[in-house]
């Protein structure tokens, strides 16, 4: 019982690379006067949850993609980083081209903040290389993250059907780990949107559009489109909470054909898919209403009355 909970929990932890954001102290102040813009979130609702939901489309020279304070990004460094991937995943890089240049802003922007703060603590860093720099940076954003036993026992009575009968004790440093990872990654995840609450960000308008249409060619933003509700399962199969959750949809898809879209994305065919809608851990299940906005989420295997308990408070029931 001991080896299939721990494969289980190592199911559950996809690896995803972080990037994490030490805040501007100064907040940038808007002149009252001034017209709000619309940003990318306001255009494109559901397009990017990271830093570039806060951009605004702008009229940039040509060949510039992005300007945020002293970065700027072309077309050029965008495709060089592209052409540096996997040749089979560069087609699929191409389409998702918005999801790169937001992770190299975010990177870019990232290092000059933690070598800021190294700075300010007079640390010396001569001799790191960018990714230390960073790395350390996220160590110390992390140092306080704690996680109780009350939020352990409250996981594992949740989700007992993933263990397999092991007992709390057994798996509790397991749980420990697994829920520390996602609380380091919520907190990652916040620190991104920072940079763009509190950073002007420029990005092209005219690539915007086009890349928009690019992005939302796929099965999960489909649906989301729809007017209908949506339940996106992402997993994988061979793990074991995953393919617990198939017959479930299977059994949903049916029951709610005319009503709700229910899918099934399989994280390693769909990995930017994945990385996009911030699948830290897998299965996760999705819910989106109507409108295409998201209304929850959960992580592990999750029973089919429970599931439909959340259908019916979405409305969809």
């Known amino acids: 019982m001991k080896n299939f ?32 813009k619309q940003l990318v979130d306001d255009l494109y609702p559901g397009l990017t949850t990271g830093a570039l939901a806060f951009a605004s489309p702008s009229t940039l020279p040509e060949g510039t993609l992005l300007k945020a304070g002293n970065l700027v990004i072309n077309g050029k460094e965008l495709s ?7 040749e089979k995943m560069q087609p699929a890089l191409r389409k998702n081209a918005l999801f790169i240049l937001e992770k190299m802003a975010t990177l870019k922007l990232l290092l000059s903040e933690a070598r800021a703060a190294a700075a300010k603590n007079s640390d010396d860093i001569s001799q790191k290389n960018e990714q230390a720099i960073i790395q350390d940076h996220l160590l110390s954003l992390m140092k306080t993250l704690e996680v109780t036993d009350e939020e352990i026992v409250v996981f594992y009575n949740g989700n007992t059907e993933m263990f397999g009968g092991a007992t709390l004790a057994q798996i509790k440093p397991q749980i420990r780990q697994f829920l520390l990872q996602q609380k380091q990654q ?41 007017g209908r509700a ?8 061979g793990c074991v909470p995953c393919d617990m ?7 949903l ?7 709700v879209n229910v899918l099934f994305i399989h994280v390693g065919e769909e990995p930017i898919l994945a990385s996009r809608y911030d699948v830290q851990s897998i299965p996760i299940q999705i819910f989106f209403d109507k409108t295409g906005k998201e209304f929850f989420r959960h992580v592990g295997f999750f029973p089919q009355d429970q599931i439909e308990a959340k259908l019916s408070e979405m409305g969809s029931k």
Do not use: H
């Not at 289980?8 to 017209?35: F, H, W, Y």
């Not at 898809?253 to 009503?259: A, F, G, I, L, N």
């Open 80 to 86: 060089e980083e592209i052409a540096g991937a996997d």
């Open 5 to 36: 909970s721990i494969v289980t929990i190592a199911c559950l932890s996809l690896v995803v690379s972080a990037i994490p954001l030490q805040a501007n102290e100064t907040n940038i102040t808007a002149n009252p006067s001034s017209p709000k």
């Open 186 to 226: 919520e907190l990652v995840n916040e620190r991104i949107r920072t940079i763009g609450r509190r950073m002007p960000i420029e990005i092209s308008t005219p690539w915007l559009k086009v890349q928009a249409a690019l992005a939302k060619d796929n099965p999960v933003d489909k649906a989301r489109m729809s």
């Open 230 to 237: 949506s339940l996106v399962d992402f997993g994988s199969t």
């Open 253 to 259: 898809r049916e029951k709610y054909k005319d009503k």
């Open 245 to 251: 959750m198939a017959p479930i949809l299977e059994t």
